[in-house]
């Protein structure tokens, strides 16, 4: 009975240990400067992309009105179907020519094994860039500075 009670401890131990091995998120630094252009504010969306190209997780939000989220089109068919608790939303919407300073984490274990940063924005009455900048989570990449397609300029991302 004593050795069957250690081993269930011993099991529980490791169980344990592993769930925090598994969790090393990582802060960096990321710099949205919005594109020149007329009219109301962005909203922006990070997400992080699985390798099979299915959203994964959302890492951050901007724009605090959730009445206008279903224009962010193919992420809200993802987070609109499970509505979980989003952490990462900031103040409100970037207007043209703006910029924004966040800090986001990212799982240190989705870096260089194909997964993917998407940034999508909407402006109420105009265009939706579901891609407006996609790029492979890489370190090499999560150093670099990815210009943008729609109401985003560019984006840089820094090591915290």
Do not use: H
């Amino acid at each position: 009975m004593k050795r069957i009670f250690n081993y269930s401890i011993l099991i529980i131990g490791l169980c344990i240990l592993s769930s925090f091995a598994g969790s090393t998120n990582k802060k960096y630094k990321c710099l949205i400067q919005m594109a020149n252009y007329e009219g109301e504010g962005a909203y922006v969306v990070v997400s992080l992309i699985n390798p099979k190209g299915q959203y994964e997780k959302t890492l951050y939000v901007q724009g605090d009105d959730k009445e206008w989220y279903y224009e962010i089109t193919a992420w809200w068919k993802f987070y609109g179907k499970k509505r979980t608790k989003l952490d990462g939303i900031t103040g409100s919407t970037l207007s043209g020519g703006e910029r924004s300073m966040k800090v986001i984490g990212i799982d240190q274990s989705k870096i260089d094994n194909g997964y993917k940063l998407r940034f999508e924005s909407a402006v109420e009455a105009k265009n939706y860039y579901k891609q407006d900048i996609e790029f492979s989570l890489t370190t090499a990449n999560l150093q670099k500075k990815f210009n943008g397609k729609g109401f985003i300029r560019y984006v840089r991302m820094l090591p915290q």
